[in-house]
């Protein structure tokens, strides 16, 4: 029986990226980051499973000036990464593509400008999203390198991890994607 390739992406745009137990950044400890963009120059991404406990979406939206009122979608703000912490971006599904929305993959899309905010707050703009505050970034060869010392697996991303509104369990679901259970997972090098 001839033997299957398994396609192995070089680039991990439209993945997860789900921190090991042997991550040593203690700000990405059980996290899982949606790569929004990856090449040679370095890689985005976002952080979707911590809260932005600080503000909510509604103070964000006066703090802009923006009005809201019964039809504002209720989103619940996330720590997005330490770098541009205040910068706010907003992954989404695809349905609502205006001017600076850049599509990460067919279905997701994200958006880093206000009429987006706009939008969610007249109860329009996507069917599905989520508001991070920050980013996460590597430059040229980082994230790789992180990758290779265990300290993060990466999971094709799929909608019902993405936007999952309990934050809580994206981890262990992101995991599970990928064929792991926690409780077999371990911090610490195998010795011989």
């Given at each position: 029986?001839?033997r299957?390739?398994i396609?192995?992406?070089?680039?991990?745009?439209?993945?997860?990226?789900?921190a090991?137990?042997?991550?040593?950044?203690?700000?990405?400890?059980?996290?899982?980051?949606?790569?929004?963009?990856?090449?040679?120059?370095?890689?985005?991404?976002l952080?979707?499973?911590?809260?932005?406990?600080?503000?909510?979406f509604?103070?964000?939206l006066?703090?802009?000036?923006?009005?809201?009122?019964?039809?504002?979608?209720?989103?619940?703000?996330?720590?997005?990464?330490?770098?541009?912490?205040?910068?706010?971006f907003?992954l989404h599904s695809?349905?609502?593509?205006?001017d600076?929305?850049?599509?990460?993959?067919?279905?997701i899309?994200?958006?880093?400008?206000v009429?987006i905010?706009?939008?969610?707050?007249?109860?329009?703009?996507?069917?599905?999203?989520?508001?991070?505050?920050?980013c996460?970034?590597?430059?040229?060869?980082?994230?790789?390198?992180?990758?290779?010392?265990?300290?993060?697996?990466?999971?094709?991303?799929?909608?019902?991890?993405?936007?999952?509104?309990?934050?809580?369990?994206?981890?262990?679901?992101?995991?599970?994607?990928?064929?792991?259970?926690?409780?077999?997972?371990?911090g610490e090098?195998?010795?011989?």
């Open positions: 029986m001839p299957s390739r396609e192995i992406p070089t680039f991990f745009a439209g993945h997860l990226l789900v090991m137990p042997s991550m040593s950044d203690s700000r990405f400890e059980r996290t899982v980051i949606y790569m929004c963009a990856h090449n040679p120059d370095g890689a985005m991404g952080v979707i499973n911590k809260p932005f406990e600080q503000l909510t509604p103070d964000l006066e703090q802009l000036g923006i009005d809201s009122g019964p039809r504002t979608k209720q989103i619940r703000l996330r720590a997005g990464g330490p770098v541009e912490a205040g910068r706010g907003v695809d349905d609502y593509m205006h600076g929305s850049m599509r990460v993959m067919p279905g899309a994200l958006t880093a400008t009429d905010l706009k939008a969610l707050a007249a109860g329009s703009g996507p069917r599905k999203s989520l508001l991070a505050l920050g996460a970034g590597w430059s040229a060869g980082q994230l790789e390198g992180e990758i290779q010392r265990n300290g993060w697996l990466t999971v094709p991303a799929d909608d019902e991890i993405v936007f999952e509104p309990e934050l809580d369990s994206i981890w262990e679901r992101a995991l599970g994607k990928a064929g792991i259970a926690v409780s077999f997972l371990s090098a195998g010795h011989a």
